[in-house]
């Protein structure tokens, strides 16, 4: 577990040393850290797509993004119910 932990930090501080967008850096860092304030990962991919490609004006759509399970199957497989057999359950 210690070796998850240690990549996950050299990953954030590699970042602050290659991403000079400073709004960027801090938007990714409050999405390690959880912040309330930090832009959703789609987001944050578009932003850092357009740094990549360096393209300001770039059209592509990140709410486009496919992700999986999708957001209706995630609430399903890892809700608590309320009622019925598995109610309180924490999956």
């Known amino acids: 577990m210690i070796e998850h932990y240690s990549q996950l930090t050299r990953m954030s501080l590699e970042l602050s040393l290659w991403i000079k967008d400073v709004d960027l850096l801090n938007d990714i860092m409050g999405l390690f850290s959880h912040s ?7 987001t944050l991919v578009g932003k850092v797509r357009k740094l990549i490609l360096e393209d300001q004006y770039d059209k592509f759509d990140p709410n486009n993004i496919v992700t999986w399970p999708s957001y209706t199957m995630n609430e399903m497989l890892f809700s608590t119910p309320t009622t019925g057999p598995r109610a309180g359950a924490i999956i």
Do not use: F, M
């Open 36 to 42: 309330n304030s930090a832009s959703d990962i789609r």
